[in-house]
């Protein structure tokens, strides 16, 4: 599924959201509508104690509140839950049970049978749950998997991922190999190290301290005979020294980060000839170089940023790029029907995350999922 954006968005009113919490996710929200107020309006920000009510006022102007009835009374057009792991079910579940389209972040929950829950309250109910699943829509992700669609590597059979944690993890490998909602066996195991820190959520770590962290190896087989090697410690995201990698093969080439290697076929008299070809990605950036505006391979035009491209003059990082696009999509879920990232697929993401624990505690052993009332359909 390809994300495309409304482009009569700009004609129409702002989506007015709240966010319920105050945490490091909540604001990137903020940020979001604060660069594209066009698109959106962020009426205020659920805060559980008046003192980090207005903390957020202050430090960053942001429309905090602490009245969940003043926020039900702004008569949203969709909410962002946006609190920690552990109260994501519960809240999500209390707001789409007052009937508001929910847009909750990852992972929509910790338990199999809450996740069976949230699937029930969209069948029974006809509640309204999206998840804040990002990173497919990462313009470099999303290149890649234009890569993959567009036939260079062939089928994807066998992909490395280390790039993102748990359940957005298991979102790309099912997207890039196109395994669906299919059922897979998993082993794994963790690995301690040794790290100097380097940076962080705060900025750079130049005092020389060391850390104690530890990766995570694990193996998706699936039933089509697709694999997926994850490979990943949670200092890649903000480390100096470490990197992020993805590689994805397919029967007639490779994606390896931002080189692709394919075969080309070519009629010549004699006959036809196929001929091994290498090509890097460009990446035309913002000023700054913290956003991507396109990624192109040779003359294929792989990804246009959509806010460019609707002649918005921000161009927000990847993750803010990717939530917006996301908090776009709300749109059409809310007029239309059409979900911006299925829930079923949400759902698939956090149960893979149960499974992977749960090989983890058993280091070899393989863990087999099972068909769950979600992927039945």
Request: proline content about 4%; aromatic content about 10%; hydrophobic content about 40%.
């Amino acid at each position: 599924m390809k994300m495309t954006i409304d482009r009569t968005a700009l004609e129409k009113k702002p989506l007015r959201f709240v966010v319920i919490g105050s945490g490091w996710r909540s604001l990137f929200y903020w940020r979001i509508a604060c660069a594209y107020p066009e698109l959106f309006t962020m009426e205020a920000m659920l805060c559980r104690t008046e003192e980090k009510a207005g903390h957020m006022r202050k430090q960053y102007g942001v429309p905090a509140v602490t009245s969940e009835a003043s926020c039900e009374a702004m008569k949203p057009d969709f909410v962002v839950v946006a609190v920690n792991k552990a109260s994501i079910f519960p809240v999500t579940k209390q707001w789409a049970g007052k009937g508001f389209p929910v847009l909750c972040e990852t992972p929509a929950a910790l338990e199999l049978d809450e996740l069976k829950e949230l699937w029930r309250m969209k069948m029974e109910e006809g509640a309204k749950i999206q998840v804040a699943e990002q990173y497919f829509l990462y313009p470099s992700f999303a290149a890649a998997a234009e890569v993959v669609r567009r036939g260079f590597l062939g089928e994807a059979s066998m992909m490395t991922l280390s790039a993102v944690h748990d359940y957005h993890g298991a979102s790309i490998i099912r997207r890039m190999l196109g395994t669906g909602l299919q059922n897979m066996t998993i082993y794994g195991k963790e690995y301690p190290f040794t790290l100097m820190e380097t940076d962080s959520r705060d900025g750079a770590i130049t005092d020389g301290r060391m850390s104690e962290r530890m990766r995570r190896r694990v193996t998706f087989e699936f039933e089509d005979g697709k694999t997926a090697f994850y490979d990943f410690s949670s200092v890649q995201y903000h480390s100096y020294i470490r990197s992020r990698h993805l590689n994805v093969q397919g029967m007639t080439g490779e994606l390896n980060d931002w080189t692709v290697r394919y075969v080309k076929e070519e009629a010549q008299p004699s006959g036809r000839r196929f001929l091994p070809m290498e090509q890097t990605m460009s990446v035309e950036r913002n000023a700054s170089g913290s956003g991507i505006i396109r990624i192109s391979l040779g003359e294929e035009q792989l990804y246009v940023n959509p806010f460019v491209h609707m002649g918005l003059k921000q161009v927000l990082p990847q993750d803010e790029t990717a939530i917006a696009v996301l908090m776009m999509g709300m749109r059409r879920y809310i007029e239309e029907g059409l979900e911006c990232y299925p829930l079923a697929e949400g759902l698939q993401d956090a149960y893979a995350l149960i499974l992977v624990n749960e090989a983890l505690k058993s280091p070899g052993r393989p863990v087999r999922s099972e068909t769950q009332i979600w992927a039945g359909i």
